[in-house]
């Protein structure tokens, strides 16, 4: 074995075992550079990544066997320049590119962050205030809407043939909802109701359809 390195969030705890043979202990921002350098090297090297998988750390905190974090990851969207430098940093899913009034945007997607924080090279840290007791993000309370907000239509549609409505969508968008709520609203006008869902493949933003 040429070289051996072990990839950590926490070298300190490891460097305190010492080492072992020509095995050697680096932070995980060095992963870039260490793979450059195992790839130049000659013959047989081994690389370890040292820590607990991040989908199984959120697997763990919703069912309480882990604390829950009291800090997560923002990015103002006044401040961003849209450069896309900390999806390149971490190649992370849950960065979004989205469009803002102050033109390209990079925005966290809450319900698919990890909560790693592998990304705070490129953007800014907040924490809830309350040292690990925090529930996570908050959404803001919605304004309250008058009953006569929503004009009724000057026009209805007649639905003496097939009427198609399409909604395009993925996983956790409300695809499913909207669907749902369609064909209540048809049924409590009498009409025959007849619906299918495909709702395995929704996680991770996979495809959902509904017919």
Not at 33 to 43: F, Q, Y
Not at 94 to 101: G, I, P, Q, Y
Not at 149 to 169: F, M, S
Request: hydrophobic content about 35%.
């Amino acid at each position: 074995m040429r070289a051996t390195v072990v990839l950590t969030k926490d070298p300190g705890r490891l460097s305190r075992h010492g080492s072992r043979g020509n095995a050697r202990v680096e932070a995980v921002e060095r992963q870039d550079a260490v793979l450059r350098e195992l790839a130049a090297t000659p013959g047989v090297t081994v690389l370890i990544h040292d820590g607990l998988c991040a989908n199984e750390r959120r697997r763990c905190q919703k069912r309480r066997q882990l604390p829950t974090s009291s800090t997560f990851v923002v990015i103002n969207e006044e401040v961003c320049e849209g450069c896309g430098h900390c999806g390149a940093l971490t190649n992370c899913m849950s960065l979004h590119r989205v469009e803002t009034e102050l033109g390209p945007k990079t925005r966290i997607h809450a319900s698919s962050c990890n909560q790693d924080l592998s990304c705070l090279a490129g953007t800014a840290l907040v924490r809830d205030g309350r040292d690990g007791t925090g529930d996570g993000y908050r959404r803001p309370s919605p304004p309250v809407l008058p009953a006569d907000a929503a004009l009724e239509p000057t026009t209805r549609v007649g639905l003496e043939r097939p009427y198609h409505v399409y909604l395009p969508g993925v996983g956790g968008t409300g695809v499913i909802t909207m669907n749902a709520l369609l064909s209540w609203a048809a049924l409590i006008d009498g009409l025959e109701v007849l619906s299918y869902d495909q709702t395995g493949a929704a996680q991770k933003w996979g495809p959902v359809s509904r017919a």
